[in-house]
């Protein structure tokens, strides 16, 4: 539901205030598009293109730079880029670095070779091309497969990843392949694990703490990567406070919501789960109540004792 795009820095330079308005509401929280930081010079090389126009008037420098800050506010790294200063052209460039590691589709202001994979700025002002497309829901199969397959390019870009379930057990092995499913994900991340992963679960459903601990440290290390560290945290909710029941995947990028749940079904059920990307004002609440601050509980819930550390075991 949520795809990635390179954007030709000339585009952005160029870009009138339809185009550009285009950009940016295309580009918004909860909209399923993200733009990739290719390269990671890209700002520069936008003002580079646009300093060629001798003509540009100073309100055209400041749209120009409120268009390119609000674009580099929902931007996804991606480590090492091939990247080829003398080659022929920045889209040049973009093709052979979709080799190596996919776009959902490249953003050009023209496509000369007629690639599948490259968007025309022409055809995301039409909003008709079915690369400009954006689901905002999806219905997957609810096994752990198919419910990581359904948010890996939120999982594979995030460093910052917030597993919100109030029924996570982590003596229950539904959830414990769901989760080996959806951190095989984050694995794929380019540049190394995230630098921070947290579980969320309720202290009143989940057992005693004892009991809790003892089962996280001894069940989960093998369903997390070795090298990769995650935070369990049991929360109580506060008097006229918020809830802890909907689940959450939330990353820096945006979230999503399940109906069902974080954990499996039985595949003998046909079971399906729908899968919801959250809209830019929920996504920005719903992150702020649950997001931890400074490895404390997070602002909306009381946290029950000490978070659980755990470090991953499991290699390929």
Request: charged share 25%; hydrophobic share 35%.
């Amino acid at each position: 539901m949520v795809r990635e795009y390179a954007l030709d820095p000339l585009v952005v330079a160029t870009a009138d205030r339809i185009l550009g308005g285009r950009l940016r509401s295309g580009f918004k929280m909860g909209q399923g598009r993200i733009m990739a930081r290719y390269p990671k010079k890209w700002r520069r090389l936008v003002w580079d293109a646009f300093n060629a126009f001798t003509d540009a008037s100073d309100m055209d420098r400041t749209r120009l730079e409120v268009l390119i800050n609000e674009l580099f506010e929902f931007t996804a790294s991606r480590g090492e880029v091939c990247w080829d200063p003398a080659a022929a052209s920045w889209l040049d460039n973009a093709i052979v670095e979709h080799q190596r590691l996919p776009f959902h589709a490249i953003i050009a202001g023209s496509d000369p070779g007629k690639n599948p994979n490259i968007l025309t700025a022409d055809a995301v002002l039409e909003g008709s091309a079915s690369l400009w497309a954006a689901r905002n829901s999806c219905m997957v199969e609810r096994t752990a497969g198919p419910l990581a397959d359904a948010i890996a390019p939120l999982l594979k870009k995030c460093s910052d990843l917030v597993f919100v379930d109030p029924h996570f057990g982590p003596d229950k092995p539904r959830y414990r392949r769901t989760l080996k499913s959806f951190l095989e994900r984050v694995k794929e991340r380019p540049g190394g694990p995230p630098k921070r992963v947290e579980i969320l679960t309720s202290a009143s459903k989940t057992g005693t703490r004892c009991f809790f601990q003892t089962e996280c440290r001894d069940r989960l290390p093998p369903c997390v990567p070795q090298g990769m560290q995650i935070v369990v945290r049991r929360l109580t909710e506060r008097s006229g406070g918020e809830g802890l029941h909907h689940r959450y995947v939330l990353t820096e990028f945006g979230g999503v919501g399940f109906r069902w749940g974080l954990d499996d079904g039985d595949r003998k059920t046909g079971h399906t789960e729908e899968i919801s990307l959250l809209e830019g004002h929920v996504y920005v609440r719903r992150w702020r109540q649950y997001r931890a601050n400074d490895g404390g509980p997070p602002p909306a819930f009381d946290q029950e004792g000490q978070a659980i550390v755990v470090v991953g075991s499991r290699r390929q």
